[in-house]
């Protein structure tokens, strides 16, 4: 079935370093990817997404580019802040069907220090 | 708007009890779901609605859990009886259309002792 890895955190980061999370996975057809933040103590909001093959999704300051022939989404952010400490989520949508179904990647811990 | 309402936020009960998650979904999306998140499984979909009516319960754990959706404002995911093991915190998600944005409530964070 379809399925999302990232990278294993926590990631600890000094305030402006730069940020990459790796995201790969697996599914059949054609699925939209999600990046999602949970801070703490809050329910997940959407960062960004992206519909289809070579597609870049952005939002404040991160981006992922939807590359199929390496089955990536791989979050980054050129200056990480301390605000941007929280939870990041991969997620796909509708490899085959698209039932509407998100399957999530095991989230990973960003630490950012001052 | 108001975005995705749960209640309660936090609940602590004990074992064998009776336990009820309340939603109630932003006004006009058709689509909801429940998620159940724990350190060791991560998010895990539980069951989804379409205009009310269960589509997909395959990520029930078992036939302690059960959820209903009597309107299109309203859902509950009940857990009767409760063990220490449903310990987690269950999020709820509405969406307007079946390929749209899922927007989560807050969360309630459950502790069956």
């Known amino acids: 079935g379809d399925s999302v890895t990232q990278m294993e955190g926590p990631v600890t980061l000094s305030e402006e370093a730069f940020l990459t999370i790796n995201c790969t996975y697996t599914?059949?057809?054609?699925?939209?990817l999600f990046w999602y933040v949970q801070y703490p103590g809050e329910g997940l909001q959407l960062l960004l997404k992206?519909?289809?093959?070579?597609d870049k999704g952005s939002n404040k300051g991160f981006e992922a580019t939807y590359r199929k022939e390496t089955t990536s989404f791989h979050l980054e952010k050129g200056s990480v802040q301390v605000s941007d400490s929280a939870v990041y989520f991969c997620?796909?949508?509708?490899?085959?069907?698209?039932?509407?179904?998100?399957?999530f990647g095991q989230g990973t811990t960003l630490q950012v220090k001052p | 708007d108001a975005g995705v309402i749960q209640s309660p936020r936090h609940e602590v009960t004990e074992m064998g009890q009776e336990v009820t998650l309340r939603c109630k979904p932003i006004?006009?999306?058709?689509?909801l779901f429940w998620y159940r998140q724990t350190m060791m499984r991560g998010l895990e979909l539980l069951i989804y609605?379409?205009?009310?009516?269960?589509?997909?319960d395959s990520g029930m754990p078992e036939d302690r859990f059960s959820a209903k959706m009597p309107n299109a404002s309203f859902s509950t995911l009940k857990i009767q009886p409760s063990e220490p093991r449903d310990s987690a915190v269950y999020f709820c998600?509405?969406?307007?259309?079946?390929?749209?944005?899922?927007?989560f409530g807050p969360g309630t964070r459950l502790l069956v002792l």
């Open positions: 998600a509405s969406s307007l259309y079946r390929g749209e944005t899922q927007y």
């Open positions: 599914a059949t057809g054609y699925p939209s």
């Open positions: 992206a519909t289809k093959a070579d």
């Open positions: 997620a796909l949508r509708g490899g085959s069907g698209n039932t509407g179904k998100l399957i």
């Open positions: 006004s006009g999306h058709d689509y």
């Open positions: 609605f379409n205009n009310n009516v269960p589509i997909d």
